[in-house]
């Protein structure tokens, strides 16, 4: 265990379903991110929230919202995805450090996303 | 960009035998780090080697570090049927504030056969 819990662990949504991945993290760090991981393609960063407050949104569709009440706690909430967006979506976390080296993060075991 | 890029995509060896991969990247670093991802899991931080450094060890792995070359190798040494996994490297950098960004390769999927 890594310290970084997902739920579900497997959803199936229609399109014009909404849903929320759920993510928690137990290391006492101040940052979390949201991954899209596709096949056969690089690991896809999506959001990044440090200290509660987003500090990268990389030009994810706004059918995906994130939500970080908490340094401890992590959302993405989902609405009228589409097919292509099933994939593994991952949580990880990390301490945010202001300069130097870039920290090892921890993931969760990830929520496998079907939409049908 | 400076997506890390492994090489070999796959790679298949017995039991015992030793596992080399590959890391090439393409902007100046702070550091490379090395993840193990399990089918379908989350992915595991193994290793982190800092720009300044050219090689360093943990039980038996041992990763190499060629700034001049942007290449990494990560080794695995007398390898078992629980290797098998998908290995990334990730390299950070640290441009006006984004130290917090790693950039992922699409990974070489490792087979140890038993």
């Known amino acids: 265990e890594t310290g970084v819990t997902q739920t579900p662990r497997h959803l199936v949504m229609g399109m014009t379903n909404k849903k929320s991945l759920k993510c928690e993290q137990h290391?006492?760090?101040?940052?979390m991110y949201w991954y899209k991981q596709s096949a056969k393609k690089p690991l896809e960063l999506m959001f990044v929230?440090?200290?509660?407050?987003?500090?990268e949104n990389n030009s994810v569709p706004s059918r995906f919202s994130p939500e970080c009440p908490n340094s401890s706690h992590l959302f993405l909430h989902l609405h009228t995805l589409q097919p292509e967006d099933s994939a593994l979506y991952l949580c990880?976390?990390?301490?945010?450090?202001?300069?130097?080296?870039?920290?090892?993060?921890?993931f969760g075991p990830g929520t496998r996303l079907t939409v049908l | 960009s400076q997506q890390g890029e492994e090489d070999p995509q796959a790679l298949s060896i017995q039991e015992g035998e030793n596992a080399t991969m590959n890391c090439s990247y393409k902007t100046s670093i702070n550091n490379l780090q090395w993840y193990r991802q399990n089918s379908g899991r989350g992915l595991v931080h193994l290793i982190l080697?800092?720009?300044?450094?050219r090689e360093k060890h943990s039980g038996r792995l041992r990763v190499t570090l060629d700034t001049s070359k942007k290449s990494s190798s990560l080794l695995i040494t007398a390898s078992r049927a629980a290797d098998t996994a998908s290995y990334f490297c990730a390299t950070g950098f640290n441009s006006g504030g984004s130290n917090y960004k790693l950039t992922f390769g699409k990974g070489t999927l490792l087979t140890v056969n038993p």
């Open positions: 080697i800092r720009s300044n450094e």
């Open positions: 929230y440090s200290l509660e407050e987003r500090v």
């Open positions: 990880a976390s990390s301490q945010m450090v202001l300069a130097g080296d870039s920290p090892g993060q921890f």
């Open positions: 290391l006492g760090h101040n940052a």
